[in-house]
């Protein structure tokens, strides 16, 4: 008698669906609670009560278990509390940039292509003869070894400098660019919020920089009433305060920033949706809210001027569309002879990547 297969209850294995699919929300929760674990837990068990995210084997305690198991989540040592680990970080910073930039493949490590040659990494199949100020790593040694039996001998082989060839490089352009965030309490006024999209640009902006052009330098400062730089790591836990929206400051920073800079390429990105309200005077502020003072925006338009002089493009992300912040915009513009946009929170990533891609293959000064 052949014994048959004997079937027990059927536990389906978990292939990690349930836990990618939760993790993907979660990780936007995440980026909307400002890195607060606890807060963004509670969301995701109210939106599985309402739309019924689990399916009764696998539930949100489940999930909490897996985000310890693997690493995403860690007690704090000193309030216990469940806190995101430098995985969830990198996670956050991935998943805007495939967000935003979806159609991105990873290439080569390297910089920006452009049409001229100079010095750079990638060969070219041009050659020409050794001119002064050419670097070693830039001659072709079997060439000019070759030349130089051609030109001498081989009995008395020597090399001079007419022997020489030099290997021509695409010329490779770097960038130094810093992003401004205005942090002030208008960018979650009126029930709209445009400071999650803006920290998902800055995001994925810095991380198809470390994938793509991980030779540009790129640096993140937000401003308030003050200005100040943060880390890219910090940009998950970035909140707006009660603060109105001091750009003098910001873009002072931005440009003592590039300064120390030694690139020949050098711009400014500036995300913000209102007018610029401060200024810092000694110690105290000068404020006013209520339309366009013009003892501001002559200060504001005066950094404007000092970043043409010195080569730094200007390009400004308007989360507005109020004419009068238009005007002061297209005003601040032309004064920089740098670029604008005037962009509704869903479309400010599109304006950023084409734009940044594009001030890759040229010059900005």
């Excluded at 352009?173 to 445009?194: P, Q």
């Excluded at 800079?261 to 810092?280: A, E, H, V, W, Y």
Aim: aromatic residues 10%.
């Amino acid at each position: 008698m052949i014994q048959g297969i004997r079937f027990t209850n059927y536990i389906s294995s978990r292939d990690g669906s349930d836990f990618g699919k939760l993790l993907k929300l979660f990780i936007q929760l995440l980026t909307i609670t400002s890195g607060d674990v606890q807060q963004a837990l509670e969301m995701l068990n109210q939106l599985d009560l309402e739309y019924k995210l689990t399916d009764g084997n696998y539930g949100i305690g489940d999930f909490i278990e897996e985000l310890k198991e693997k690493k995403y989540l860690q007690e704090s040592s000193n309030e216990n509390i469940l806190v995101i680990t430098p995985k969830s970080e990198k996670t956050i910073r991935r998943q805007s940039l495939e967000e935003i930039f979806g159609k991105l493949k990873k290439t080569f490590r390297g910089n920006h292509r452009t049409t001229y040659t100079g010095q750079g990494d990638e060969s070219t199949a041009d050659r020409r003869e050794y001119l002064f100020g050419d670097t070693m790593d830039q001659i072709d040694m079997t060439d000019s070894i070759k030349n130089a039996q051609i030109n001498h001998g081989i009995d008395e082989l020597y090399l001079t400098e007419k022997d020489l060839e030099v290997e021509e490089k695409d010329y490779k352009a770097l960038t130094s660019t810093v992003l401004m965030i205005d942090v002030s309490h208008s960018m979650i006024l009126y029930g709209e919020d445009r400071i999650t999209p803006a920290k998902k640009v800055a995001m994925a902006l810095s991380e198809l920089i470390k994938l793509k052009y991980p030779k540009d330098k790129l640096d993140v400062i937000v401003f308030g009433n003050d200005a100040w730089p943060i880390e890219i790591r910090d940009l998950p836990y970035l909140q707006v305060g009660p603060y109105h929206t001091n750009t003098v400051a910001g873009l002072a920073l931005a440009m003592d920033i590039l300064r120390r800079r030694k690139t020949s390429n050098k711009q400014i990105f500036m995300i913000t949706d209102g007018k610029p309200t401060c200024l810092k005077e000694g110690i105290k502020y000068y404020k006013n809210s209520f339309g366009l003072d013009r003892k501001i925006i002559n200060k504001t338009l005066d950094q404007a001027a000092k970043a043409r002089r010195a080569g730094i493009t200007i390009t400004t992300f308007m989360i507005a569309r109020d004419p009068y912040l238009q005007q002061f915009v297209r005003e601040f513009t032309k004064i920089n002879n740098g670029r604008a946009f005037y962009s509704g929170i869903q479309g400010l990533g599109d304006y950023i990547f084409e734009d940044y891609i594009r001030n890759r293959r040229k010059h900005l000064n």
